[in-house]
């Protein structure tokens, strides 16, 4: 069984994908990508095959590159089809974002059965294009459609087999802006948290963007042990993109989401959301930081029992996400 993904865009779509392409044999995998550097830098250290291609994301591009990007996406598309011909999958499996698009368009052309895996809690454009025609369509969290399979989304190894409980002493508070840094989270949260650092020391992973100097503030620019620093974390200060709500409710780490107030279709809000209905965690809105009292909210979340926040944030439903989706297209 040959097994074409479609993966490319954010680290939200391409880590589930490599875990999922991880319970196949790698001989058995063709990845489309992007050509993007930081892409070929993953995909390298995978061990898999995979077809980079000169392709970007369409939405919020000026109107000469948007016109460029129609000229050039049938020459893209075509040379797609020649590498998935040359391969012959039996299976497609699309991660959402841009590239899904060539893979949906290719599955015209195949006899391939056709997946989707959606991580967030709204389905993305080129997922939603492509959800009619699929097999099947597996969930990170519940969409409501009839041919979906509600499995969680694939975390990594280091997040799995870890109890909040078990590390008694919790050395810091994690604020995260994802890999790139967050331009948002740096401008307003070092305001926000001084008095916050008043009382716990602070990890502030910032990218590659300036920031300013606080005391008892650590600022990163990226952290290379993630789930230790995770795992050792009070509670987390972060967006809500989807692999990063999955990871903290796997570690059930309590957390304050910030969504990206301009994620496509409100996905970050609506992840938050999903996640903090046990009431492990605490929104809190971009429009929020503009009023006085931030900083007083996220000290009063501080205060509350982390145990009992862990327990409610806490879900092992991701655990066994990539196994459960290896079945399914086993057997289907």
């Not at 000469?64 to 590498?83: A, D, G, H, M, Q």
């Not at 903290?248 to 609506?270: E, K, M, R, Y």
């Amino acid at each position: 069984m040959k097994i074409a993904i479609f993966a490319a865009g954010t680290g939200g779509h391409i880590f589930p994908a490599l875990s999922i392409a991880n319970e196949f044999s790698k001989e058995d995998i063709l990845f489309f990508a992007s050509n993007r550097d930081v892409e070929k830098k993953i995909f390298n250290q995978s061990g898999f095959n995979v077809k980079h291609l000169n392709l970007s994301g369409f939405r919020g591009k000026n109107l000469i590159s948007k016109i460029f990007w129609v000229l050039k996406f049938p020459f893209i598309f075509l040379l797609s089809l020649i590498y998935f011909h040359q391969f012959k999958p039996d299976k497609i499996i699309l991660m959402g974002g841009y590239i899904s698009l060539i893979g949906y368009l290719i599955s015209y052309t195949s006899k391939a059965n056709l997946y989707i895996h959606e991580q967030n809690s709204v389905l993305g454009t080129a997922n939603k294009t492509a959800s009619t025609k699929a097999r099947k369509v597996f969930s990170g969290f519940p969409l409501g459609l009839d041919n979906e399979i509600h499995v969680g989304n694939p975390v990594r190894n280091e997040f799995k087999n870890f109890s909040y409980s078990e590390i008694e002493n919790k050395k810091h508070i994690l604020v995260l802006g994802g890999s790139q840094g967050s331009s948002f989270m740096i401008d307003k949260l070092p305001e926000a948290i001084k008095l916050l650092a008043k009382e716990y020391k602070i990890i502030f992973q910032t990218g590659k963007n300036l920031h300013p100097n606080l005391k008892n503030v650590e600022f990163r620019e990226f952290i290379d042990d993630l789930p230790k620093v995770m795992k050792e974390a009070r509670f987390v200060i972060c967006r809500a993109g989807a692999l990063t709500v999955s990871e903290i409710q796997t570690l059930g780490i309590p957390a304050i989401f910030i969504p990206l107030a301009s994620s496509v279709d409100n996905h970050q809000f609506l992840n938050a959301k999903s996640a903090c209905i046990g009431g492990g965690g605490l929104i809190m809105e971009e429009v929020e930081f503009v009023e006085k009292n931030a900083a007083q909210k996220i000290l009063s979340f501080s205060k509350k029992n982390m145990n009992q926040l862990s327990k409610n944030m806490k879900k092992d439903l991701h655990l066994d996400a990539a196994q459960r989706i290896f079945n399914e297209i086993k057997q289907n």
